[in-house]
């Protein structure tokens, strides 16, 4: 399965008759939702919070320049190395730089959504590097050489059966299906890939623009042993994750937890202001800042759609998507699914690459609904589609019926005209009662079949029988 989002439609419609893929996604979907409502409900404040941190986020993104460089005084001051990054080739070349520097050959690396985009374990692999996973569901999908299917949670798509059968086959253990036994499994592994890895590879969830601070929010304890135990760490962000102060950090922890994965807080919440200091027994002995652009200032420079850059990856978005529940993650071709990957993907690849991930969405709104930080997704969405329509990028046939239809309902004459003759057609050609079909367009929709009467006729007859009754 090739990682792209041109295959959409077809993904979708492979995934929505796979009952199994359903089942799973909709159980965990609605048990992440649960679980995130029930805490949401016992904050009063929830809806203050979330116009914080959308305050925030405004804040920093009109003020992107200062509160950057801010950041890179501080952790230079701080004593570590910040390279910034044009592209995700920009950001790989220096990674393998320094790893080849240090002579490394494992690479420990814990869950990043910023290191995916960039296909760094892809990069790592072809210079000799071994990368290792150890996010439990990101070890799980990279033994399976799949890409994530949700942002938080990486492995959703599979069960615990074929987790049971991947170990079994890749790892060489008994097969077993308990989740107590495969995650001592992963564990027992990882541990001896920690103690040899000379490099360790994070991502980041804030970095602080007034102390030089990252923050790495995580459950599994993995981030922590990827920053302490490697002789060199190597944060990697993309450069939206900048907030201006610690202060504003208790907001975005308290909505990101309950939002991801429904917990108060999250078991690891990590800050790194240097790398080990003269007199510490522990910590990496280098620290690097990759901050990476990739097409993050393109978005920046269009004020409907710099919003994406708020987004804090906690996928709620994903879970309350009744699209996203149905279709499942890998069918957006990308690694960044959901709603708010249907607005990332053609901002970072091209609407023309990524044309019909904007439909896949009932514009229902839920997603907005959801956002921690209050983006307007939904209308996002909508935006993008108007792009796919201006750049020509739906099928001739389609685009002539909209034509004729907007002609159509401008005119009143055109409109009887046009809908008498087809009408007609639909008669002669024996599709009286069946839905239409428009190329392209009906390709996803429905099109209810054509009434055999206009209202305009039903009408006129309603009123001569009325004026029957009125005068027999
Ligand atoms: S868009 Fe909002 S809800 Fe979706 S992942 Fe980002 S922060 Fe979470």
Redesign the pocket.
């Known amino acids: 399965m090739n990682l792209t989002p041109r295959l959409f439609k077809s993904y979708a419609s492979r995934n929505v008759n796979n009952p199994r893929l359903r089942k799973t996604f909709r159980f965990a979907t609605h048990h992440a939702l649960e679980k995130r409502l029930q805490l949401v409900q016992e904050v009063p404040e929830w809806e203050a919070l979330r116009d914080r941190a959308h305050q925030i986020k405004e804040e920093v993104i009109d003020h992107l320049d200062f509160y950057l460089e801010g950041l890179e005084t501080h952790v230079t001051a701080n004593g570590g190395k910040v390279f910034w990054a044009r592209d995700g080739k920009e950001a790989s070349d220096y990674i393998v730089k320094v790893a080849r520097r240090i002579r490394a050959k494992t690479v420990v690396k814990s869950k990043s959504m910023t290191t995916e985009e960039i296909g760094l374990s892809r990069t790592l692999e072809e210079n000799q590097l071994e990368p290792v996973e150890t996010d439990l569901g990101e070890f799980i999908i990279q033994l399976a050489h799949e890409w994530p299917s949700h942002?938080t949670a990486p492995a959703l798509h599979k069960s615990r059966g074929e987790v049971g059968e991947l170990f079994a086959e890749k790892l060489g253990i008994p097969y077993t299906d308990v989740p107590e036994e495969l995650c001592e499994a992963a564990r027992k592994l990882l541990r001896s890939k920690f103690l040899k890895a000379e490099l360790g590879i994070s991502g980041v969830n804030f970095a602080l623009a007034d102390t030089g601070t990252v923050v790495i929010v995580e459950n599994e304890g993995n981030a922590r042993l990827s920053t302490t135990m490697p002789r060199v760490h190597i944060a990697v962000m993309g450069l939206e994750k900048v907030i201006p102060s610690f202060n504003d950090l208790p907001v975005f922890l308290r909505l990101l937890a309950r939002?991801?994965t429904g917990q108060k807080q999250t078991s690891y919440v990590s800050l790194i202001s240097a790398s080990r200091q003269p007199g510490e027994l522990d910590g990496p002995e280098e620290f690097h800042l990759v901050i990476l652009d990739n097409g993050r200032t393109e978005i920046l420079k269009d004020p409907r759609m710099r919003e994406?850059l708020?987004?804090?990856?906690?996928?709620?978005?994903?879970n309350t998507c009744p699209i996203y529940q149905r279709v499942g993650g890998h069918a957006y071709g990308s690694v960044y699914s959901?709603?708010?990957g249907a607005?990332i993907t053609p901002l970072l690849q091209g609407v023309e690459v990524a044309k019909d991930l904007p439909y896949g969405s009932s514009l229902c709104g839920s997603?907005s609904g959801?956002?921690?930080?209050?983006?307007d997704?939904h209308h996002m969405l909508l935006w993008l589609r108007q792009q796919v329509v201006a750049g020509r990028h739906t099928p001739w046939q389609e685009r002539l019926a909209m034509k004729l239809f907007l002609a159509g309902m401008s005119d009143s004459a055109l409109y009887r005209l046009g809908s008498g003759a087809l009408r007609l057609a639909v008669r002669l050609g024996g599709a009286q009662g069946r839905p239409l079909k428009v190329p392209g367009w009906t390709q996803t929709r429905d099109f209810p079949p054509l009434a055999e009467r206009s209202f305009k006729t039903l009408w006129k007859e309603l009123e001569k029988t009325e004026a029957g009754r009125a005068h027999p």
């Open positions: 942002i939002s991801s994406a708020f987004c804090i990856r906690c996928g709620a978005c994903l959901g709603p708010i607005v997603c959801i956002c921690p930080v209050k983006i997704i």
